[in-house]
């Protein structure tokens, strides 16, 4: 028994931490704890292991060096920076501005606003990257006006909760960061696998909402006329655009010969430039060369837009690091909300106790996750899962398929953190015996895990929308009227289109892996690299052909060439070999052409003279 028991540990302590877990127990605490009650067990049980645990207690003296890589990891220096930033920008009222805007955009056509809060979901995941201040903003700021004006309440749920978890996907999410360092890859490599498929992932929401706007138009009404407080002005907010492009265009031409490959970047910021300060010009001057429309889309866009630029564009041109572009998105958050007067001491107080609470979680569950790999490698579980993974039917995509399953069903227990910290790292060694890129691999994750938030009844997405939608019937601010609150129920089958919408999402990433793989660059064929030697000057005298090298001649032993067509001997270079000559032991060469004898030494005979013999 005890001899099963050793050779079977590691599939029991995983088993017995799914337990853990179960029973509902902290996850920081339940990795810990598992990881040091299964080191004492397996320290026992090793002689019966026949090999297999290679545990004993001086192994617990390298945890502090394991401690210590977490605390100095400035990878994880980003998630404060990030979730900071992005409790500023709600703290800010950037939502309430986008979504009004945005809204007013859209009003005339049907399912305008649920187009609205999908634009706006994933403007929001490109700057705060946080799942509960994206859904709890937009629930609290679209939700009343979407039931207002008459949206069915599963479609205008489902919508708030699934736009809220883009954040997850579209980079600077924290997913991204924790995956990247689990995997062992760059981030700046993480967000740009993951930002096509993100946008991908975006439209199939606004395909979904067209597809509903044409079988259930009374589902999703457009905005009546009385609602539309910015009025028209479609046209002119095109051609502010034109002229935007056109400026760009210039302002590229002009900068092209001083900064070559910059100016495409450049000249865009100088006519985004351009037409935001002309806006801000025409409002403060009422000239009114804009429509009202128009001025307002381009004043509230434009700031977040070079906030994603100033946080992404420098990560993805190499000026900056994930943490050095997380310091920068801060700064620019916080001047936001100072241009809006809405910075103040309470707010970064609030922001600095959300991001220490939420950083020290991570902390605590990174910990936990080391303690419990120390044992688990330990007891060779990584062996056991690497040969229970690899042997799967179907290769690369049967494993792709096989864990996107047990990610899936997973998600509905445990947070992406959990699964990051828990399953991600035994997932690698499988992975890349079977030859899988990790940055596809993560993005694939990264997707899958999404689904943990939208996961009837566990979706903490679900959670955020129940905390802030009304429950009961209630009147409405605006036009007075009664209206009937949001069930739980509602909540959870309004979610659940967009379940599979996001498990479809997986199975595109998984059969086009394409859409990450560009991270890479251009791919470049070995077959028409072309190697080329820089050219050495000739040893050869003038006028004598030389490809490039030293010219050494051919040797001549002595002997000339003779016969009918036989080439006439080139001149050799000061550097040819060497002439030899035939030699000669004496006997005089004759005939014509023959190379006169050289001079024999006279040495001559040994003269010993007659012997001597003493009297």
Not at 517 to 541: N, R, S
Request: with cysteine; hydrophobic share 55%; charged share 10%.
């Amino acid at each position: 028994m005890l001899e099963f028991i050793a050779i079977n540990m590691a599939p029991i302590m995983f088993g017995s931490l799914i337990v853990f877990l179960l029973l509902g127990y902290p996850v920081a605490f339940s990795l810990a704890a598992n990881g040091l009650l299964f080191f004492a067990i397996g320290v026992w049980l090793a002689p019966w292991s026949e090999g297999t645990i290679t545990l004993d207690w001086p192994l617990l003296f390298t945890m502090p060096a394991r401690l210590w890589g977490i605390m100095s990891n400035e990878t994880l220096l980003a998630i404060p920076f990030f979730t900071f930033m992005g409790i500023i920008l709600e703290r800010s009222g950037m939502a309430e501005d986008l979504l009004d805007t945005v809204g007013q955009l859209f009003g005339p056509v049907r399912g305008g606003l649920a187009y609205a809060v999908v634009i706006v979901g994933a403007l929001l995941a490109a700057t705060t990257g946080v799942v509960a201040a994206s859904v709890i903003a937009m629930g609290l700021i679209s939700l009343p006006i979407m039931l207002r004006y008459g949206y069915d309440r599963r479609v205008a749920s489902g919508v708030i909760a699934a736009s809220g978890t883009l954040a997850q996907i579209i980079p600077p999410s924290l997913v991204l960061i924790v995956l990247a360092d689990q995997l062992g890859r760059s981030v700046g490599d993480m967000y740009a696998g993951a930002l096509i498929p993100g946008l991908v992932l975006t439209g199939l929401y606004m395909l979904y909402i067209f597809a509903i706007s044409l079988w259930r138009p009374h589902w999703v009404p457009a905005l009546p006329p009385e609602a539309r407080t910015l009025g028209h002005g479609v046209v002119s907010l095109f051609v502010a655009l034109a002229l935007c492009m056109a400026i760009g265009y210039g302002a590229h031409v002009a900068l092209y010969p001083s900064q070559g490959p910059n100016a495409d970047i450049l000249g865009a910021s100088v006519g985004v430039i351009v037409i935001y300060l002309w806006a801000i010009l025409d409002k403060a001057t009422g000239m009114n060369l804009l429509s009202n429309l128009a001025r307002q889309v381009i004043i509230v866009l434009i700031p977040p837009l070079a906030l994603i630029f100033l946080v992404l564009g420098t990560i993805f041109l190499g000026i900056a690091t994930p943490t050095e572009g997380g310091a920068m998105g801060a700064l620019g958050a916080m001047v936001l909300a100072a241009m809006k007067k809405r910075l103040s001491l309470t707010v970064i107080r609030s922001a600095l106790e959300s991001t220490t609470r939420l950083s020290a979680f991570v902390i605590f569950i990174l910990i936990g996750a080391r303690v419990f790999s120390l044992t688990f490698y330990g007891v060779n579980g990584h062996v056991w899962v690497e040969h229970l993974l690899v042997g799967l039917p179907g290769g690369q995509t049967g494993f792709l398929v096989i864990v996107s399953v047990l990610v899936f069903l997973l998600a509905f227990f445990l947070d992406f953190f959990e699964l990051a910290f828990i399953i991600v790292p035994l997932l690698v060694a499988p992975a890349v015996a079977l030859d899988i890129d990790l940055i596809w691999f993560g993005v694939i994750l990264a997707v899958n895990m999404q689904t943990s938030f939208m996961h009837p009844p566990f979706g903490f997405a679900l959670f955020f929308l129940r905390s802030v939608a009304p429950r009961g019937p209630y009147t409405d601010k605006v036009t007075g009227a009664r209206l009937a609150g949001v069930t739980t129920g509602q909540i959870y089958w309004g979610a659940t289109p967009f379940v599979v919408i996001q498990v479809v999402m997986i199975g595109i990433t998984i059969a086009f892996p394409g859409m990450v793989m560009h991270y890479k660059g251009e791919v470049v064929d070995p077959a028409t690299i072309e190697i080329k030697l820089p050219g050495i000057a000739p040893l050869a005298p003038a006028g004598a052909p030389s490809p490039g090298g030293p010219t050494l001649g051919t040797p001549n032993f002595g002997a000339p060439a003779t016969g009918e067509g036989t080439p006439p001997a080139a001149p050799q270079p000061g550097l040819g070999g060497p002439t030899l000559g035939t030699p000669n032991f004496g006997a005089p060469a004759t005939g014509e052409g023959a190379t006169p004898a050289l001079p024999q030494p006279d040495l001559g005979a040994p003269k010993l003279g007659a012997p001597v013999i003493n009297p």
